[in-house]
Every structure is written in C-alpha cells, then in structure tokens.
C-alpha cells in the first residue's frame, strides 16, 4: 500500500502538488481554529481581570469558543474544495492504477491515503504552533492559561487528519466507477430534499432550546446551552446542503426565460453542478450569514452612548473573525473557478472556435458566479438578520431605527458576498483567454 | 470565395502546410482528402480564420482574413461560416435544442426567432425528438445531426467540417453526409468536407488532395472536376502562384 501511494505521489503533476499544500495549509488552519476553541472555553475566568478583559467573562468567552469553532467549518470547506482541485490529472493517475490491476478499494485508499498524508503533514504544523503559542500565552499570562486542554491537541489533529482522509476517499469515486482507463465523470446526482430535513432539526433543536427561558428538558441550564449549539451547527450544514438545492431552482429559473445567451449558459452550467457551486459558497454564505446577525445584533447598540471596552473588544473580536471567514470564502471560490474553468474548458475552445467572442464567454463565467451566489447570499443575508430579530423582537420594537439598521448590515454583507463571487469570476478572465485559443483546438 | 495562396504553416519541427493554394468558389462542394498528417485539418483551420499561416494569403469574398485581428476574425466567422466537429462537441450541459439556438443567440437573433429557426433545422434534420436531451443521451449519429443543425442553423456562407463523420459507422456516416450536402446545396453556401472516406468524397463537386502539405489534386474548380481528375494533371495546374 505504502509503495502504492509512494509510486503514485511521484507521478503528480505540478498542479497537483499545489493542491497537496493548500490542503496542508487548510488542515494548519483548521486545527488551530479548533485547538482555540477547546482552549478558550476552559480559560480560568476568575483567576485574573485585565490582561484578558474580553475572554474572561464568561459568556462572550462561549461566544468565541463557538465563532472559532464556526470558523473550522470554512477551513474545512476549504479543504474539501481544495482536494478536488486537479481532479482530471489525479483521475488519469488513478485510473491507470485501475488499469494495472488495482482493486477499486485499492484506488479509494489511495486517494484517501493521499489527501489524509496533506492533512496529517498540516495538521502537525498548525498544532505545532499552537502548542508553542500556548505555552507561549502561559508563560506570560501564568495560570489564567490552564494547561489541560492541550491535551485536546492530538484529537483535535486526528479529526482533522480523520477528515481529510475522508474527504480523499470521497474525492476518488468517480475513478472507481469506471474500470476502463476512460476517465468519464459520473452525472452528478442533484441535491436532494432530504437534505432540507437537517434545517429543520436544527432550527427545531434551536427553537426547542430557546422558548425553553434557559432550560432544556434534558440536563437543564447545561442541556440548553448544548442544544443550541447543536442546533446552530445542524442548522449550517443543512443549509450548506440546502445551497445545492436553492442554487439548482435558481439556476434553473434563471436559464429559462432569458434570451441572453451568455445568461442561458451560464445557467445551464450552473445547473448541471450545483453541488460544486454550493460547496465553494457554503462558506460565503455562512460568512454573509455570520456577518448580517453580529450586523442584527450591533443595530440595536449603535443608538448605545455608553458601549463598554469590552463590547467594543468583542466586537472587534467578531469582525476580525469575519474577515478571516471572507477571506476562507475568497479562497475556496479560486479553487472552485479553477475548477470550473478546466472543466468547461473544450466547451469554451469550441463555442470561440465557431466565433464566440471571448468576453462573452468571460460574461459566462462572471453570470454564472452572479446565478449561484445571488440566491445564497440573499437567503443567508435575510436567515441571519430575521434569526437576531426575531429572537431580540422585544428589543426591536423599542428602537424603530434599528431595524433598519439591520437589514442595511444584512444588505451590505449580501451585497459583499456576491462581489466576492463575481469578482473572483472576473479574475479568471485573463486566465479563459489565455486558455480559450481556438488555435489549439484539435480535431482529428 | 475563398482562396488561399501558398499557405506555410508549421508547428515546431513539423510543417504541416508547405505551400498549399486552393480556390473555392461559391456554393461549390468540396472535400479535402490525404493521408493522416498531411495537413488536412491545418488548411481547414486556416481557411476558417481559426487558425493563421505563417506565410501566404487567405482570402474570403475578396477580403484578407489572416491579416484581421482575433476579434474581426471572430465576428467574421460568426457571422460567416458555420463548423462542424468530428466529435460533434455540443455543450454537454445544454440540451440539444439550446445548442442549436446558442449561437443564434450570440449572433444577436431573438429568442423567439432563435427557437423556431432551431426547431425547424432539427426536424429537417430528424432529431426534433431529441431536441430536450442532452449530448450524453444522444448516439454519435443523432449528436452528430445536432452538430450539423447547429452550424447549418445561422445560415452561413461556408460551412467547414473536419471529418463529420469520422466517428461513426458507414450507414450513420453516410445519412449525416447526406444531410449535410443536402441542406448545404439546398441553402447554396459553400461546404468544404475533410475526409478520409472516398464515399464522403464522392459527394463533393470536387476533390482536393492533400501530400505533405500540398496541393496535389484539385486546386482550383476548372483543374479538378469531380473526384475522377488525375493528380498528376491537376497538380501541374494547381499550384498557382
Ligand atoms: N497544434 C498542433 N501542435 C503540434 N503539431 C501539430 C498541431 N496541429 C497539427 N500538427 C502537426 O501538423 C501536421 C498536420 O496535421 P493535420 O492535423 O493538419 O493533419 P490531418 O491531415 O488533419 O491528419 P488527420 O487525417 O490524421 O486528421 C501533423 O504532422 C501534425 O502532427
Ligand atoms: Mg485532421
């Protein structure tokens, strides 16, 4: 097996290689995320004020345990997205590994074994440097900083590790299918409504913790708190799954009456690979979601005269946050417009080939982004700013401004989020016409 | 109609036009047969303006087509000619009726117009049933009838195919062939074939042989007649310059 996977690592391509190290680099941040969560959340509160105004009180302390938590699920989207970078090159790789008599299990264990080689070699550097910034922190802060949680580290980095193995053996299936040499991607199955249910769990879960005033019918004060969380997080990834579905009714409803043709394709395409698109906005819609609540909840202080240092710190804390998230989103969508780009690749050759100006087709890919990130980011805009109000409705009816606020914020991260998407299609402009040359179209 | 002088055209080491001149006139077909690599496809690429020779002329109606820039080049085959693939090479996200109507659409048609005229071109061409599939559902014979709609459908003034029918068997090849002049000689544009096939060739006006990257038969309509020309005759007259 070992020989197998060393056999094979020699045969990637340059691409490949840049995937294998931004998988890495995912895998880094991810386990440094979640190493903070679990240390954050067991920081001595009561041991000292001051040094760590903001995170020794406990309930923005749990506030920030959950944001960098929230924060390992965009590094994770991004390494899923990263590991399906190259897929043509690695598919051929594998497949002449099919070729050669490898088992199907063989090629799924290979991939996995690859991918989960990236994240374990990241992995170790995010939690090498996490436990030297740690021991770093305590040093200088002394007990305030417990040195228990460390011991989460190692399974912090197995999950890790875990995922992305996983997402490795999932990556390779479509070689699997396929005996032959002939790499044929299988017709990606469209999203499915079952995929809806985890919403609902979630947003019952949240609702069950919250009309509860504190309590939970399990556990009690401790049973809520668990229940939101759990309900927060199903609720993210039912959305994410959600995404394919909502993108795939827009698309479809945006190719249907249009008589722009860059519009028909753009939809068309978009269509066929929802999953794809919903994979890469997943983390854009969260951010958009993320960002219109901290929005939500900030409308009703801004008419505030006396904001503590605290909640500007906090603040400050959840901003930074965001950005980061923004910019896991800017990344997850190149890796996605690579993508998209090396498979449309012939389609565009041809249709410049048959005279098809080459910003029109750039207008294809800038529509296509506008197609499937317009829905999300309006439906995660309008989730996170009605979730806040709705729960602080008391609150809202006392300040008629704010409300407006609110949905300003939720606009604006709407609006932040499909720039991204359009912007990160616009960059791949230069890259279609230096790919689309219809002079390197061979026939026969 | 279209013309080119003494084509040069190499890629790296391999040459693969070497002085190749051909004329074609309007609503003439032709096929362009050789042995593999004798430079078939690269003549076709350079006559469609897809492609630019090194050295010698092409000319459409009179005008220098390797002398226009890529965008000119564009807008004139858009609004020119029509190309058909061997492998067909529809979008495969788009069913074959919006293959059709794509690039009506992109030659600034309605929507409207855009869908009758595709619907009328795939019933003429016996795939109107298969206008709501898509390429993968469809079989070499029926994708390669979509093709043929779909160049056919802008009505251009040229239409190039490079091997239409290289992919399929001899009875689907021969019924896409048929199609194909057929619907070309009905609208009188010109149609300019590559093939292997002499079958295929026997469709054609004339015959334009190809040998490293020559003309050795058929370079222009008054040398070649049909397919029976002598190469040797019609080579000494052929190779103008
Ligand atoms: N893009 C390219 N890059 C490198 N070499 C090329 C390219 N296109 C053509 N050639 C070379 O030029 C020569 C002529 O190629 P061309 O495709 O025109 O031949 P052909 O007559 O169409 O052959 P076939 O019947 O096999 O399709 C060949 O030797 C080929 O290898
Ligand atoms: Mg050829």
Request: charged letters at 20%; proline letters at 4%.
């Amino acid at each position: 097996m070992i020989t197998v996977v060393r056999m094979l690592a020699r045969g990637r391509s340059r691409r490949e290689r840049a995937r294998g190290r931004l998988m890495a680099a995912g895998a880094a941040f991810a386990t440094v995320l979640l190493c903070a969560a679990a240390h954050l959340t067991a920081l001595r509160l009561d041991a000292r004020r001051g040094a760590l105004g903001v995170l020794t009180e406990k309930e923005p302390r749990l506030m920030v345990a959950l944001t960098l938590a929230l924060l390992a699920v965009p590094a994770a989207a991004f390494i899923y997205q990263v590991s399906r970078l190259a897929t043509a090159t690695r598919e051929r790789r594998l497949a002449a590994l099919r070729l050669a008599g490898a088992t199907p299990r063989e090629v799924r264990l290979t991939g996995a074994a690859e991918s989960g080689w990236s994240a374990l070699a990241g992995g170790s550097l995010g939690a090498a440097a996490y436990l030297l910034a740690a021991l770093v922190a305590r040093w200088s802060l002394g007990d305030v900083v417990p040195v228990r949680p460390l011991l989460w580290t190692p399974v912090v980095l197995a999950a890790v590790v875990l995922g992305g193995a996983l997402s490795g053996l999932r990556a390779g299936r479509h070689v699997v299918a396929s005996p032959l040499g002939v790499v044929r991607r299988a017709r990606p199955r469209g999203p499915r409504a079952r995929d809806l249910a985890l919403v609902a769990l979630g947003v019952a879960l949240l609702a069950a913790a919250l009309t509860g005033k504190g309590r939970f019918f399990l556990g009690g004060k401790y049973g809520a708190v668990v229940a939101i969380a759990a309900g927060a997080v199903l609720l993210l990834f039912g959305l994410v799954l959600a995404t394919a579905l909502l993108i795939r009714m827009a698309a479809r409803r945006a190719g249907r009456g249009t008589s722009a043709p860059e519009t028909l394709l753009a939809a068309r395409m978009v269509e066929a690979d929802p999953r794809a698109w919903a994979r890469a906005l997943s983390v854009v819609g969260l951010t958009v979601f993320f960002g219109s609540a901290v929005g939500a909840q900030q409308a009703l202080t801004v008419f505030q005269s006396d904001l503590t240092a605290f909640q500007v710190a906090s603040y400050a804390l959840l901003y930074l946050a965001l950005l980061t998230a923004m910019v896991t989103s800017a990344g997850a969508l190149v890796a996605h417009q690579a993508e998209a780009l090396l498979d449309h690749r012939r389609s565009f050759t041809v249709l410049a080939a048959s005279g098809v100006p080459v910003p029109a087709l750039g207008r294809v890919l800038t529509r296509q982004a506008l197609v499937a990130a317009l829905p999300v980011c309006v439906v995660s805009a309008v989730a996170g700013a009605g979730v806040v109000v709705l729960l602080l409705a008391e609150l809202y009816a006392r300040r008629p401004g704010a409300l407006a606020v609110s949905v300003a914020g939720a606009a604006a991260m709407a609006g932040i989020g499909v720039l991204a998407a359009v912007l990160v299609a616009r960059a791949a402009r230069p890259i279609l016409r230096r790919w689309v040359r219809p002079e390197e179209l061979r026939t026969g | 109609m279209l013309e080119a002088r003494t084509l040069r055209k190499s890629f790296g080491r391999t040459t693969a036009l070497d002085g190749a001149s051909v004329e074609i006139g309007e609503g003439e077909v032709v096929a362009v047969t050789g042995p593999s690599g004798s430079g078939k496809s690269t003549l076709l690429h350079c006559l469609a303006g897809i492609i630019r020779p090194e050295a010698g002329e092409v000319l459409f109606a009179g005008r220098r087509l390797d002398t226009l820039d890529e965008d000119a080049r564009t807008r004139l085959r858009r609004e020119n000619f029509g190309v058909v693939f061997q492998f067909g090479e529809l979008v495969p996200e788009l069913t074959a009726e919006e293959n059709v109507v794509l690039p009506l659409l992109f030659g600034g048609r309605g929507r409207r117009e855009s869908l009758q005229a595709a619907r009328s071109w795939l019933e003429r061409l016996d795939v109107a049933d298969c206008a709501g599939q898509r390429p993968a559902e469809l079989s070499g014979g029926q994708l390669q009838r979509v093709a043929v709609a779909r160049a056919l459908a802008a009505e251009p003034r040229v239409i190039f195919a490079d091997e239409p029918t290289g992919a399929l068997d001899s009875l689907a090849g021969e019924r896409v062939m048929g199609e194909l002049v057929g619907a070309a000689r009905e609208s009188r544009a010109t149609l300019v074939v590559v093939t292997h096939d002499n079958r295929v060739a026997a469709y054609a006006d004339r015959e334009i042989a190809l040998r490293d990257g020559r003309v050795v038969a058929g370079a222009t309509a008054a040398t070649g007649g049909t397919a029976a020309g002598t190469p040797g005759e019609a080579a000494a007259g052929g190779v103008s310059r």
